[in-house]
């Protein structure tokens, strides 16, 4: 059992950046691989990135390539997603999440086994 919690959201003007973070608990941590989606209004629920459980392979969302960048530090059961260049289009709940599955699947909701509450992120023009 993995529980996530999110922060590090807010509000921040285009062109600025923000750093998101998620806690885990539980002793599993470090078999997980971790994503991050997000959901904005309206939207169904989209990968923005992925991180394998060594933290030596990621993954993006061609949206967010070069601009944003995921990392964990597993001895604090951590992933964080530090966000650089946002957008407006950025603007959404993003979520943590936890994989046992594959990498393949890593960019679909369904193979996550874990979500944490969400933190906002509003990107104002």
């Known amino acids: 059992q993995v529980q996530l919690v999110e922060s590090g959201g807010g509000l921040v003007q285009a062109g600025g950046s923000l750093r998101l973070s998620c806690a885990a608990s539980?002793?599993?941590?470090?078999?997980?691989?971790m994503g991050w989606f997000r959901q904005a209004p309206g939207k169904e629920r989209e990968f923005v990135a992925a991180?394998?459980?060594?933290?030596?392979?990621?993954y993006y969302a061609d949206s967010v390539k070069g601009r944003f960048t995921i990392s964990r530090d597993n001895a604090k059961k951590t992933v964080y997603l530090q966000m650089n260049s946002l957008k407006p289009e950025d603007t959404a709940v993003y979520y943590c999440?936890?994989?046992?599955?594959?990498?393949?699947?890593?960019?679909?909701?369904?193979?996550?086994?874990?979500w944490g509450q969400g933190t906002q992120v509003t990107v104002s023009s």
């Open positions: 999440a936890a994989s046992g599955g594959p990498a393949s699947g890593w960019g679909r909701v369904l193979e996550y086994d874990y």
């Open positions: 991180i394998s459980w060594s933290g030596g392979s990621t």
């Open positions: 539980g002793r599993t941590f470090n078999r997980y691989a």
